[in-house]
């Protein structure tokens, strides 16, 4: 019992470390920039952060939200991603245990979030943490099933964006919607990965109707919907059992 807690605290901490990195990839990706070329420095005066201003978490809180040099007030972005992502890595430690293929669920998860941060401030979703995040998905113990629903997955979806666009005349779907459908038909597998679309629809729901004329990004739904799922998988089989057979 000790020692899950001291495993858990340990993930939780190598989380918010991946979280610190995520911020770099959110703040530098879709600006074309490279992720490890200059090091970690303030946005305002450029000046080069020293280790300590690095902490995950506690050097935001340290330096109470401000530049340790110009005191130009630092985003809240980076200690909520920090700490959001450590509990991505804390529940699916807790839902899978110590298994070898954690790291690599818990990276496809990451890389989720991170698109759906993106695809917050920027409106767009960049392939390469898109393809990232099937990559991961594919990494786990029933890879050639992880494959098989994958591709159905994204096929279907695709072939679904194909017709739909060929009756409404534009382009209802775009390329990365398809790539994440194949990373949750990966994660969930069938028939899981339905419920998943389902309830990313009823999701965004309420915030599509109030933000009718600005539009909704999706992928944030379809990523929480995905976590959810996953982390409730035989809850949701359940459900659907119920729903079809009463
Ligand atoms: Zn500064």
Redesign the pocket.
Known sequence: MQENIIIGVAVFIFGMLIGSFLNVVIYRIPKGESISFPASH?Q??H?PLKWYHNIPLFSWLFLRGR?A??K?PISMQYPVVELLTGLIFVILYLKLGLVWYLPFVAASFTALFALVMIDFKYMAVPDNVNFAALLFALIQPNFLDAMMYGAIAAGGLYLIGLLSSLIARKEAMGGADVIVAGTMGALLGFPNFFMALFLSAILAMIPAMVWREKGVPFVPFLALATLIVYLYDTQALHLLDTIIYG
């Open positions: 303030c305002r005066c000046t530049c040099f110009c130009e």
